[in-house]
């Protein structure tokens, strides 16, 4: 299970110093979210490895089987234990300036964000992020303001606020509705968590948010649930061959969603996972199909 990371300040001051020790070029241009490849790389749990060689090279191994498949996004966050700190070892073998660098600020004292924000940009080894998320609404007005500063001065790209586990919806519409300064929400969206369908995606299509998706497979449920099941005859009108792929395509053709951050610690899941971008995406009456084919199984 992975740890949880509670900072204090020799995390955070830490961070800082290793923050002027990185290089300042290795960070990726910064264009508008909707813009992004529409599948990223999620690192919960699956980079939470700590100091260990061979685990930490076997996430080499999949971040450039990401870059290699097309993809930019990265997301992490100071909660997901050691993942920022496996992430910048990763990042100072295949070069930090392939990635569209996300993370979040996630600390219940406003004042120590920017120091926490600081300490992930260093464990990062880049210059700035260019998106940075209120990591579950955590103490999200005071983070909030310190983030529009922070866009406006350019030490960040982009700003946005995260939920998950598919908590938080009545309080998220409310932010979606009243802060037009959100470049972004990210919230949890699958086949069997679809309560966003009802407001939440509408209403950060009509507001223009970029649609951020976590947990597309439910932490693997879906995907086990499904194993060993053929496939519907269907799958092969929009180039998928497998269940993931099936998943995922369902999830990323919703004209809402920007982009999914599918988590994965394997090279040939993370290359499955990136092959649902290509090929053929259904249409509304598509999906519906999608849907039910999954439904009666």
Same mark, same amino acid.
């Given at each position: $299970?992975?740890?949880? /990371? ?12 290793? +923050? ?9 241009? =910064? ?14 749990? %699956? ?18 089987? *990401? *870059?290699?498949?097309?993809?930019? $996004? ?5 909660? #997901?234990?050691?993942?920022?700190? =496996?992430?910048?070892?990763?990042? &100072? ?6 990635? #569209? ?10 004042? /120590? ?10 464990? !990062? ?6 998106? $940075? ?6 103490? #999200?007005?005071?983070?909030?303001? +310190? ?13 946005? =606020? +995260? ?24 919230? +949890? ?23 951020? =998706?976590?947990?597309? *497979? ?23 061959? %497998? !269940? @993931?792929? #099936? ?10 969603? %920007?982009?999914?951050? @599918? &988590? ?16 053929? $995406?259904?249409? &509304? ?13």
């Amino acid at each position: $299970m992975s740890r949880l /990371f509670h900072p204090n300040r020799r995390h955070v001051l830490g961070g800082i110093a290793a +923050t002027a020790l990185a290089p300042q070029g290795a960070v990726a241009a =910064v264009g508008s979210l909707h813009d992004l490849p529409p599948i990223g790389m999620g690192t919960w749990l %699956t980079f939470d490895v700590g100091d260990d060689p061979a685990a930490r090279a076997g996430r080499v191994d999949v971040l450039r089987a *990401f *870059f290699e498949e097309g993809g930019k $996004m990265v997301d992490s966050s100071p909660m #997901y234990g050691s993942s920022e700190a =496996v992430l910048g070892h990763c990042l &100072a073998v295949l070069g930090a300036e392939r990635v #569209y660098a996300a993370s979040k600020v996630w600390i219940p004292a406003v004042d /120590f964000g920017p120091e926490q924000m600081a300490a992930s940009r260093g464990l !990062w080894g880049i210059g700035r992020f260019d998106l $940075m998320q209120v990591h579950n609404l955590l103490s #999200y007005e005071g983070h909030i303001e +310190t983030l529009r500063a922070m866009r406006a001065e350019g030490s960040v790209g982009r700003i946005g =606020v +995260t939920t998950s586990h598919g908590r938080r919806h009545g309080r998220l519409a409310e932010i979606i509705e009243s802060d037009d300064s959100l470049d972004s929400v990210q919230l +949890t969206y699958n086949m069997l968590d679809r309560e966003v369908e009802a407001r939440l995606l509408p209403l950060a299509r009509e507001r223009g948010r970029a649609v951020i =998706v976590n947990r597309p *497979f439910r932490r693997g449920a879906l995907i086990r649930r499904l194993e060993g099941k053929p496939l519907p005859g269907l799958a092969a009108d929009i180039g998928v061959r %497998t !269940w @993931p792929q #099936y998943l995922l395509k369902w999830v990323i053709s919703h004209p809402a969603v %920007t982009l999914a951050i @599918p &988590a994965t610690s394997s090279v040939a899941h993370m290359r499955e996972n990136m092959a649902a971008m290509r090929g053929p $995406m259904p249409d &509304a009456a598509m999906r519906r199909r999608m849907l039910d084919a999954v439904r009666a199984l």
